[in-house]
């Protein structure tokens, strides 16, 4: 798959940048979906020896690829929130030094990345690459509630029902963009839903 150019934004949005093999006696890398072609362009024989791959398939077949690698471990979940455990045992037991690759959808990486953080990880030594769908991971500024993959811009908050207008505005704590009310001053005047970056 081919990666998307996002367009200039605020300066709050995420710059995602491309996945560099870097010296190391650990790595981890975490992908979902398509973010796994990432990882197979930078694999070598003697990267895998070294590597820990916790991968979200999505409903891709990219698993297989990603196995015969043969990387010194290898864990497949179903969701995000099913391997975040995993991820967070990953990351307290982490060496000093080690690498840390994340590749594919935004949503993936901005949680991956907040854990990271979280657990002490160096900014400099995380490395992301996004492969795959752009839509968002939203958090509805009134009600709080986030809702997952987002590609329409207006959307309807899946928590409180809400329309809310899609922002660039970026959270690294919440690893969600921010909607607002987009008719809260004339109710029901919400225009046609249309892709976030038509």
């Given amino acids: 798959m081919s990666k998307f150019e996002f ?26 979906a398509e973010g796994a072609e990432a990882i197979l362009d930078v694999a070598t024989p003697d990267l895998m020896a070294k590597t ?13 690829k990603l196995q015969a690698l043969a990387p010194a471990q290898f864990y497949e979940g179903p969701t995000y929130q099913a391997s975040v455990q995993r ?12 690498q840390l690759y ?26 992301t690459e996004h492969r795959g769908s752009v839509a968002r991971r939203m958090q509805c500024v009134h009600c709080k509630g ?8 207006p959307f309807v908050c899946s928590h409180c029902g809400l329309n809310l207008f899609v922002r660039d505005h970026y959270s690294r704590r919440l690893a969600a963009y921010q ?10 005047n919400v225009p046609e839903p249309k892709g976030i970056y038509e």
Avoid: N
């Avoid at 993936?108 to 160096?122: F, K, S, W, Y």
């Fill in 7 to 32: 367009p200039p934004s605020i300066k709050s949005r995420p710059v995602w940048g491309t996945l560099q093999a870097r010296p190391g006696h650990h790595h981890l890398m975490i992908a979902d």
């Fill in 102 to 127: 994340l590749a594919g959808t935004e949503g993936l990486m901005g949680q991956a990345m907040r854990e990271a953080t979280e657990a002490g990880i160096p900014h400099e030594a995380i490395q």
């Fill in 52 to 64: 820990h791959i916790i991968f979200i398939a999505k409903g891709t077949d990219h698993g297989q």
């Fill in 179 to 188: 909607g607002v009310c987009i008719d809260a001053e004339d109710p029901g």
């Fill in 146 to 153: 986030i809702t997952e993959d987002v590609e329409t811009d």
């Fill in 87 to 98: 991820i967070r045992r990953v990351l307290q037991d982490a060496h000093m030094g080690m």
